[in-house]
């Protein structure tokens, strides 16, 4: 999926969430649409945006939420 900004996907998404990891100042924002999931550095957000579709993010989600990447 290209062709996308953050902004255009937040903007015509359902949802914006700021998520935090485990270390102080590690945060991602995250916009879904029905189409699309974009995710950026909330520090950098003119570096660049990963952007997948609905589908590939919510499987990407049901690895992690099973410990598929737990090392």
Known sequence: MSGFSFDQLS???QSR???RGA???ACVEVAVTHAAV???DSKDR???VFVVG???WSAFTT???NGKFDR
Do not use: E, T
């Open 11 to 13: 903007v015509h998404g």
């Open 17 to 19: 969430a700021g998520l």
């Open 23 to 25: 270390q102080q100042g």
């Open 38 to 40: 974009g995710v950026r």
């Open 46 to 48: 003119d570096g660049g």
């Open 54 to 56: 609905a589908q590939q």
């Open 63 to 65: 690895r992690v939420k």
